[in-house]
């Protein structure tokens, strides 16, 4: 885990210094309007990945408790099921409100 975060906040320091450094001082309108596009389209890009992949992860993690939890009191199927579904709904809306803010912005 320590290794993921090491490698996540690496990439986005290269980010930014890379932007940050990538300025000029009397650059042409059009070319700080077309890089502004291709920042938001990239940030957009890393925006859905990590939804999705936090999203899908929530939902593995909660779908394998619920199945241990149904394993232990087969009796409480019912409650732990509708439980589940709720807590997946609620996954998938923040993925899903990821994508539409990111529609909105870019």
Known sequence: ????????MSLSM?????????SEGA???AAAAASTGISAAVAALFAIAIAAFGGSIG????ISK???????????????MTTMI?????IES???????IIFIKA
């Open 59 to 62: 939902m593995g993690l909660s």
């Open 94 to 100: 923040l993925a899903i409100y990821t994508l539409v």
């Open 14 to 22: 290269v980010l930014v210094a890379a932007a940050a450094f990538a």
């Open 1 to 8: 885990m320590k290794k993921l975060a090491l490698l996540v």
């Open 66 to 80: 619920a199945v241990e939890g149904i394993a232990r009191n087969p009796e409480a199927s019912g409650k732990i």
């Open 86 to 90: 709720i807590g997946l709904a609620l």
């Open 27 to 29: 650059a042409a309108p």
